[in-house]
């Protein structure tokens, strides 16, 4: 499935065949935002101020003009533009405080999006920047609803992105809802009542298509179980969308006139999925009857997909950027647009730039700072992946499908063969282990290839003891020694910045955060992998040490939320040696040197910094990243991103998916039996 074929509709794509509704973007009318906001900083800054931020600005109008004017943008082109506004919006929102009322005011019209005219449109709002953010996250959720009701829902990969994008749809009107519509004076399709009747709308479609999947799913009780409580909750978001309507005449009335089908259709949805929750009540299984752990086995190829595209979907937790470690992603990370350069400058590259996004930030391979503790990396023995998988796939479906799915072998080869080299820098190093831990997980449903002619065997090193050697058949040891050297990374990044700047402060914190993170994933697979240094107590006392470390730091920074004074921090690090001393792992961790360096780091110190504008607009950035993070965890509607990493039209990704699926049908077709279960 190509971008381009998914193109903005008609201003009426309802009703649609298949019973899915949609609604419009609002439209609005151009403003220039780059001459008054730069002519602000600098008289409210300095011009050098000014210059740090010019590219943010430049960016944030290129983006409002692109999303007014280009009428020629596919849907997932337009979802990229709104998101990369938004995040600029939020960096830039401290600034209209500070607009006098002598200033040129910035003037926003927004236009009803149920209306064919222009009739019904905000009055001037001038410096109003509360109503633009509300514009903008209504069309996130008005575009994210036209591709999930574009989708092809006739595939299991179909199916998952029309899920995808509706639930990111609910999100963000439950956004619109909670928090953007309030004390907005905007036209009827921002109310509270619209945003929650959209909320239920879009919440209802994306439950009802994955109640259609359980429905392809064998008939045992506990599957009629989960039908039945679905049809409840199904037919409950429906109802309330419909009373919400119905409750008011205006909405009615504006609803009706933009397409009359829409609370006919409304009410058919809510008067089936009633009728069905109640004739399929009687299976609603008592507690004390449901299993344990259901694990449903079927020949069905469309499950057999379904487990397979799960390998995506099931980590997609771990892939989102975390609001913990965003300056740490701002400064490394090649895929991350927004970049802070030496000297504090911000760059917001254009929103259609595709990544690798330069850094122009060195960070010098040693330090030699006492301050902080780097964990030692995990060593591994080569491993020719890409010859076992591609054999597996051959013995298991054909030569024909093996071909058809070797680019992501190749891929996923060449990351682990990349990830074992020690000349990589530690941006690039970390790069590697994220997209190879991304690629572990698409490909974690194979596992373990008994059934291949030489199944792999993966060898890791004790990462304290390198004498010591562990292996497995299965996947979980190179996943959880993947989330270790992740997290070992972190430490390597933070002692090798620059601590007697604030920006070099800031980036070791994050780091350490972003480490802390990996080890606390590593507990999720610590007891699958069967290594010591890889075990669940053992990633515990790590996480220890990093947040000890993190709170040594944020002592020295501006506007510390940590505690005051050296005595939390120098207690920290005391409970973390009576543990390496006298816990469990004494016998295995006190004979490296990390004891010694958590005695030496009883004694804290404290300084102070000062503020600028570049962390001004880092707060805003923070904002949206917090907002993205919950309305857009959508691994399936993220892979439709041209500018993301991971994107369709890499050649690699969505083909492989594809293949996977036809494979996978074929198989069933031909009356083989589906992968084992994990």
Known sequence: ??????????????????????????????????????????????????????????????CRSDMVERGDLSLPKLRDCLIHY????????????????????????????????????????????????AAVVFNLGAVCSQIGASSERTTAHGRHLAIDAFNAAANFFLKLWKVFAKDVSATLDLTLLFAESLHCLFSAQALELNLQQQLNNNSSAFQKHRCAISFKSVSEHYRRAYDLIQSDSAAIEHVSSFDQTWITHLYQKVKFCE???????????????LPVQACILDHDAEFVTE?????????????IPKLEGIYLDLVLSEDIPFKIIDGGKLVAHPWDMPPPYPTKFAIPSSSSSSHLLALPLKKSNPLDLYQSLRNYFVVKFSESMAKRVEGLFEMVNKLRSEMLRDDLSLPMRRDCLIRYFKCLCMIEPLFPMTTAPNPPIFVWYNAFFPKIKYS????????????????????????????TTIQGRRIAIDALHDASYWFLILTHEAEKAS??????????ILRRIITSQIAYLECELPHSHSHGGGYPVSLLYRKIYDLMTFGPLAGKLVQSSIPQFIESKMKTCRVQTGL??????LSGYCEAQSL???????????????????????????????AVTSALEEMNLSGNTPMEEN
């Open 472 to 499: 497995q058949h299965n996947i979980h040891l190179e996943k959880a020694s993947v989330l270790f050297n992740l997290g070992a990374l972190g430490s390597h990044i933070a002692l090798s910045c620059d601590l």
């Open 1 to 62: 499935m190509s971008n381009d074929n998914l193109r903005l509709p008609n201003p009426n794509p309802n009703p649609n065949p298949e019973g899915m509704l949609a609604i419009p973007v609002k439209k609005t009318d151009p403003v220039d935002l780059h001459r008054p906001l730069r002519k602000l900083v600098a008289r409210k800054y300095s011009e050098s101020d000014a210059e740090k931020v010019e590219s943010v600005l430049e960016t944030l109008n290129k």
């Open 612 to 617: 600028d504008v570049t962390e001004l607009f």
């Open 628 to 658: 993205l993070q919950e309305a857009c965890q959508t691994p399936c509607l993220n892979l439709l991103s041209e500018v993301g990493p991971d994107k369709i039209t890499d050649g690699i990704l969505w083909p492989i998916l594809e």
């Open 86 to 133: 938004f995040k600029c919006l939020c960096m830039v929102e401290p600034l209209f405080t500070a607009i006098s009322s002598d200033a040129d005011p910035i003037l926003f019209v927004w236009y009803d999006a149920f209306s064919s005219g222009k009739e019904c449109w905000v009055p001037y709002q001038p410096n109003s920047i509360q109503l633009e953010k």
């Open 531 to 540: 290594a010591p240094d890889l075990s669940i107590s053992s990633a515990q």
């Open 275 to 289: 009728e069905e929750a109640l004739q399929m009540r009687s299976s609603i299984l008592p507690k004390s009857q």
């Open 307 to 319: 487990k397979f595209a799960k390998g995506i979907r099931r980590r997609a937790y771990q892939w």
